[in-house]
């Protein structure tokens, strides 16, 4: 079956993968209809991430797209550029230091994390793809058991990983509902991070009691079946939803290539 949509703007939606994200085509981000705009917001919202192939933006195009999805948000850790301050160039830093190679939401040791997240590929290597998993399939694939356990329980998020890379004298940390409920869908999403490193513990319990249910979490999040993998082209846009996916980026391409892509993070509400 073709799962192909086309609307009366020309814009075309085809999912990616049977679980997550979408490929938009006949559309170019730089010259976007208020149709065609929220043609691909509802298409966000039912897909968790997005994919516009060969749309090579400009930084003040990436920008201005960008805007049409919020307030920016700037994380008081990483080195944004002086001439566009929203935006961070995300390069290779070598396998040691990559902070990114392992399943996550983005910044959630924030009280309000980022909402959502759009790179702009400048640069790419062979290899050096992106996953995502759906976090409201996620929660779904749950025994009703479970999700009850879950239900009012809270995780306590660090920044550890970035603290280490910057070399911060303290770990920022925040603690989260394990469930959550998207803002604008209002779909309940599994909202966990890697267990030990950034999700340390569930709130008042130790590590011992918890990490085995986390790492279950982790591990019955991020399954084959529940993932896009994207192979990434220079000039593609890629955007996900943080309140409702988690991330991984494969550092399979050796500390001297090239890899450059310019990162807007628009900023989120107190995960409930
Ligand atoms: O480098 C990538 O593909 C994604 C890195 C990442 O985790 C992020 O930008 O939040
Ligand atoms: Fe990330």
Request: with cysteine.
């Amino acid at each position: 079956m073709d799962a192909k949509v086309e609307d009366l703007t020309g814009l075309q939606v085809q999912p990616v993968s049977g679980s997550i994200g979408a490929e938009i085509s006949g559309v170019r981000l730089a010259d976007l209809t208020d149709a065609a705009f929220a043609a691909i917001r509802q298409a966000f919202l039912d897909h968790c991430m997005l994919v516009f192939r060969s749309q090579h933006l400009s930084m003040e195009e990436h920008v201005a797209f960008a805007a049409r999805w919020g307030e920016f948000d700037v994380n008081p850790l990483s080195p944004y550029r002086e001439d566009y301050p929203m935006i961070l160039e995300l390069e290779n830093r070598g396998k040691s230091r990559a902070v990114t190679e392992n399943w996550h939401y983005d910044s959630t040791f924030e009280a309000a994390p980022p909402a959502i997240t759009i790179l702009s590929a400048r640069d790419v290597p062979v290899g050096g793809d992106t996953m995502w998993c759906n976090q409201y399939r996620a929660y779904e694939r749950l025994s009703p058991g479970m999700q009850r356990l879950l239900e009012g329980v809270r995780a306590e998020f660090t920044g550890a990983r970035l603290a280490k890379l910057y070399g911060l004298p303290e770990v920022p940390r925040s603690l989260h509902p394990v469930v959550r409920t998207h803002p604008e869908t209002g779909r309940k999403a599994l909202y966990i991070g890697k267990p030990g490193d950034t999700v340390p513990r569930l709130e008042d319990m130790s590590p011992e009691d918890s990490v085995p249910l986390l790492a279950y979490l982790y591990e019955h999040s991020t399954r084959p079946d529940n993932i896009y993998r994207h192979h990434w082209r220079n000039g593609d846009v890629v955007m996900w939803d943080n309140r409702c996916t988690m991330h991984y980026a494969v550092h399979d391409y050796g500390d001297e290539a090239v890899r450059s892509l310019h990162r807007i993070t628009i900023a989120g509400d107190v995960p409930r």
